[in-house]
């Protein structure tokens, strides 16, 4: 379970993180 939890929170804040430099760079 904790496997899962970890995977997931990571996808979430890897999408987070890696949106917002690639909508700046874009601009």
């Not at 970890?6 to 700046?24: H, K, V």
């Given at each position: 379970?904790?496997?899962l939890?970890?995977?997931?929170?990571?996808?979430?804040?890897?999408?987070?993180?890696?949106?917002?430099?690639?909508?700046?760079?874009?601009?």
């Open positions: 379970v904790l496997n939890f970890l995977a997931l929170l990571l996808s979430n804040f890897g999408s987070s993180s890696l949106s917002a430099p690639t909508a700046d760079n874009d601009t």
